[in-house]
């Protein structure tokens, strides 16, 4: 085995990996169909037919409750907005306490911020990185209304037990998709098992507008608030006769009928593309988990993984050097891909535990946590979730290569990457020492 990149030798690949692309012709034609429309959005922020939006988003929307087997889905602008609008929507306000996930993107945790509520972190699972239903009991007192669960990398929760938690306390449920637009949890989609669903069509995703979202629900009564947030709701309720009034100052959340037209096309892909995913996800774990001290990611019976990412465990005892010097020689075998800049398509970590940011060390914000209608006492100490913190800071390693458009040959060229690494650990340490 030739001299590691990383002290002077030869790196495994030269040239960029592929980039991710899922637009195609069906897209250019679609969006050509609207631009030659002229009409690129047809929602009006006042009651009638066109407050619900133009022929294009309704026909996404309907597409994609069939998609999640779910009565109701409103197209939002993001799945920010589409995490706002179901904590709105949920008439979560000053004084509650919304129990998150300290290890996802940010939005998931402050869009109890938005109202004035308290969000309030337990621990993860793990092996699914998702949240552990043991510490979200441990973290529900009077002030708890909702839990914001998210399907991380593509595993769904434990929707379960956390479902029976919610019964038990009587508390809502939303579920942060934005990452599993195709996992099943017990041959249910996510999305439809909680009160409400939110995912992302962000130009990172399995598919995406280029920015987009949608909320599903099986509620009408929460159907017709996302509706009202999403759209100006104080502008409408008198006239559209609804009677709960708790959050319905709209914002404008709408996505256009451009957005709505190439997501119909790439909702259409989905299925293909994750046969892809799941083909070099299945690929990539097999050949790693050759390597001891390397274990690919866990799927839990009656799961379907989206592998929106693969999620490795690393254990720095077994195989002597620490994980982000390890990865550090890897990144140096394997460059990055084309469309990502200098970014690397491997990763030590993910998102440094979201309660040691500022806005939560500091507590800024003169509502939120600084409320006086807020009676309880919130940690976000360091040490606050163990498990998240030790999976960031030394076990979990993320891999992008299992996206559509590798090829055999590239998926090969990430397992020899690792074998170098692997076989050539001792020189690692020496250069460390």
Not at 415 to 426: H, I, T
Request: hydrophobic share 40%.
């Amino acid at each position: 085995m030739h001299k590691l990149a990383m002290l002077g030798g030869e790196p495994v690949r030269r040239h960029l990996f592929p980039a991710h692309n899922t637009i195609g012709p069906e897209e250019k034609r679609a969006a050509l169909e609207v631009l030659d429309s002229g009409n690129l959005s047809q929602f009006l922020g006042a009651w009638g037919e066109d407050f619900y939006g133009g022929p294009k988003v309704q026909e996404f929307e309907r597409a994609w409750a069939f998609h999640t087997q779910t009565t109701f889905a409103h197209a939002v602008n993001s799945n920010t907005s589409g995490l706002f609008a179901a904590i709105g929507a949920c008439n979560i306000g000053p004084g509650d306490e919304v129990i998150v996930s300290p290890y996802t993107m940010s939005a998931s945790a402050i869009a109890p911020v938005i109202y004035g509520a308290v969000p309030v972190f337990a621990d993860i699972d793990p092996q699914t990185f998702c949240l552990a239903p043991a510490s979200i009991e441990a973290h529900i007192t009077d002030r708890t209304r909702a839990i914001l669960v998210v399907h991380i990398f593509g595993h769904p929760a434990d929707m379960d037990a956390i479902n029976a938690l919610a019964r038990r306390y009587n508390l809502q449920v939303i579920e942060d998709c934005a990452q599993a637009p195709a996992s099943y949890y017990r041959g249910k989609s996510v999305g439809g098992l909680g009160d409400l669903g939110v995912f992302s069509l962000n130009y990172h995703k399995h598919i995406h507008t280029g920015e987009g979202g949608l909320v599903t629900t099986n509620r009408d009564d929460l159907a017709e608030k996302i509706a009202l947030i999403r759209n100006h709701g104080e502008q409408v309720v008198e006239e559209k006769g609804s009677k709960d009034l708790v959050n319905t100052f709209g914002f404008n959340y709408r996505l256009t009928e451009l957005q709505a037209a190439i997501g119909i096309e790439q909702l259409k892909k989905l299925p293909a593309l994750m046969e892809v995913r799941k083909h070099n996800s299945q690929f990539l774990s097999k050949h790693l988990d050759q390597f001891d001290g390397i274990s690919s990611p866990y799927v839990a019976e009656d799961c379907v993984h989206s592998y929106y990412t693969q999620a490795f465990r690393y254990n720095a005892e077994i195989l002597g050097v620490s994980r982000d010097i390890f990865l550090k020689a890897l990144r140096a075998e394997l460059p990055s891909s084309y469309g990502r800049e200098k970014d690397s398509l491997i990763g030590g970590g993910y998102v440094r535990p979201l309660y040691l940011q500022p806005i939560y060390q500091d507590r800024i914000g003169r509502c939120a946590f600084n409320c006086p209608r807020y009676k309880g006492q919130v940690s976000y100490q360091a040490g606050l979730c163990p498990v998240t913190e030790r999976m960031h800071f030394s076990e979990l390693f993320i891999l992008e290569y299992n996206r559509p458009g590798m090829t055999k040959a590239d998926l090969q060229d990430v397992v020899n990457g690792f074998e170098k690494v692997y076989s050539q650990r001792q020189a690692l340490r020496d250069w460390h020492e």
